[in-house]
């Protein structure tokens, strides 16, 4: 056996997933608002993964500059995720269209079948999240291009399956498109297994928080290198009649101050001040100020350091394509040891 045979296998495995993203690894980079902008996700594409954008609640105009800028920093594909409650999502897909963006992908709640088809007819492909096998199934009538099955584990807000479960439910059952794991990986010996078992490639988001191009506060990215896995922990939901998405995050003050303004939302919704939509948006502004506050300004005290349970494997400040190669390395010996073996 020769020594190029590991990666050779590795590049059969995920064959399908780097010829849907045009890149060399079959690596995604997770959308997270603040961090995942021009700087991180040129430089994930720059490695041979699959940069994405994190559009948030920018405005068309902020996201139109933020993709030119990315643009200018890489020639390589790379992607903007879409959040579907956002007020002007026709109007950021039609962004998307105008500048060329060869993948969307949308999240935050199960798409419209109308805004699959706009980015279809665009031009683009669809990337959806499919949090359920029968929702993946619906998913993929409706037209979608790729699926992500993103597990509990995963940081910011989340389900309650675990990553192992959701791949061991779904992968064996939608195999009409490709299909990439998400959710508390950060080995290569992680993706290659989710590869094993049908997957066409992995996203990971909370491995390239303290990546050299990532923007994130000194302080933000310190509280990651000091953290361990059981510091990430989910949000409480305190009333059943108002449910919330948990959010994974390292626990501190702006946890506390979220069930503070959890209890005062439910309140003022009981009082008939607020409806259902405007108290579930009424949170989500609190969530993107808090992360603001702790990714852009330092604030780990009271901001929100949303991060996934694989936080415990970042150890230190690494370039992003160090981070890359590191995890296609760990793949390739782990295939090379089995063959040894």
């Avoid at 059943?240 to 506390?256: D, I, M």
């Avoid at 949170?283 to 702790?294: D, V």
């Amino acid at each position: 056996m020769t020594l190029s045979d590991p990666r050779e296998r590795l590049d059969g495995l995920w064959g399908r997933g780097r010829a849907f993203l045009g890149s060399n690894y079959a690596i995604l980079g997770g959308a997270m608002s603040w961090v995942s902008e021009r700087y991180l996700v040129s430089a994930i594409s720059n490695g041979g993964g699959f940069g994405v954008i994190a559009c948030g609640s920018m405005k068309p105009e902020q996201l139109a500059e933020e993709i030119a800028a990315t643009r200018a920093l890489t020639d390589k594909p790379f992607g903007v995720n879409l959040i579907t409650m956002h007020p002007d999502l026709d109007a950021l897909i039609d962004v998307c269209a105008d500048h060329a963006v060869s993948h969307v992908v949308l999240a935050g709640g199960l798409p419209a079948s109308s805004s699959i088809k706009r980015v279809k007819d665009n031009g683009a492909k669809v990337i959806c999240f499919a949090p359920a096998l029968a929702l993946a199934k619906r998913l993929v009538r409706n037209g979608v291009d790729a699926l992500i099955i993103e597990g509990a584990e995963a940081g910011g807000h989340i389900g309650p399956v675990s990553t192992s479960v959701l791949a061991q439910e779904i992968l064996p059952h939608v195999t009409d498109v490709p299909v990439f794991v998400a959710g508390g990986i950060g080995r290569g010996e992680a993706i290659l297994s989710y590869l094993e078992m049908g997957a066409a490639g992995c996203q990971l988001g909370t491995r390239f928080v303290c990546a050299t191009e990532s923007i994130a506060h000194p302080n933000f990215k310190k509280a990651f290198i000091r953290a361990s896995s059981r510091d990430a922990v989910p949000t409480v939901q305190l009333d059943s009649r108002f449910p919330v998405f948990p959010v994974r995050a390292l626990s501190n003050k702006g946890t506390e101050q979220f069930m503070a303004i959890q209890r005062d939302v439910i309140g003022r919704v009981d009082r008939g001040e607020l409806d259902a939509k405007e108290g579930h948006l009424a949170i989500e502004r609190f969530w993107a100020g808090a992360l603001q506050r702790a990714v852009i300004d330092g604030d780990v005290e009271n901001g929100s350091i949303m991060a996934g349970q694989s936080v415990g494997m970042v150890t230190r400040e690494q370039p992003t394509v160090e981070i890359l190669d590191e995890l296609v390395r760990q793949a390739t010996e782990a295939l090379a040891e089995r063959g040894r073996s």
